[in-house]
């Protein structure tokens, strides 16, 4: 038995979000679809970056530590995403993080990987950069991604 390949385990059915996109709606996908990250691509599927939880947390914590300057009562966290304020400063913040571009505040300088590389490479790869989620691509454009969730589901399968 030959080493496990990225084709053998990635999965192909990616759920992304565009450059352009705001961050209300990549917060959106990530929510609805229950992901930690989303690779982030242009209109051609070529890759751009990687946008996670952690990105979109630390943006809301920036907010946050402004409007504890303003008001140490008033918490971005308290509200939906889609509220209406009375506090101004709290429209103005909330409005600010929901209209932001994922383009702002994604990674943009990605761990990526081809269909034919050796999983046991890639995940190598991961552990030493603590990566959770690895972009595959081919010709430059996106056609999969490896978790490392797909990496513990091919151990259980006995794939690896």
Do not use: W
Not at 28 to 54: F, K, Q, R, W
Not at 116 to 123: I, N
């Amino acid at each position: 038995m030959g080493q496990i390949k990225v084709r053998d385990i990635m999965t192909t059915q990616v759920i992304t979000v565009l450059e352009t996109d705001t961050i209300r709606d990549a917060t959106i996908t990530l929510a609805v679809d229950n992901l930690s990250g989303a690779p982030v691509i242009d209109d051609d599927y070529h890759l751009c970056g990687i946008i996670s939880e952690m990105d979109i947390l630390n943006l809301i914590m920036k907010y946050e530590a402004e409007l504890k300057v303003e008001s140490p009562v008033l918490h971005l966290l308290a509200f939906p995403m889609d509220t209406k304020f009375d506090d101004p400063s709290l429209e103005s913040a909330a409005k600010k993080f929901s209209e932001t571009k994922v383009s702002e505040i994604m990674t943009k300088d990605v761990i990526t990987t081809t269909p034919d590389a050796e999983v046991v490479d890639v995940l190598a790869l991961m552990l030493e950069k603590d990566v959770n989620r690895v972009p595959v691509l081919e010709k430059g454009v996106l056609v999969g991604i490896v978790t490392r969730g797909d990496i513990v589901f091919s151990i259980y399968k006995r794939k690896i």
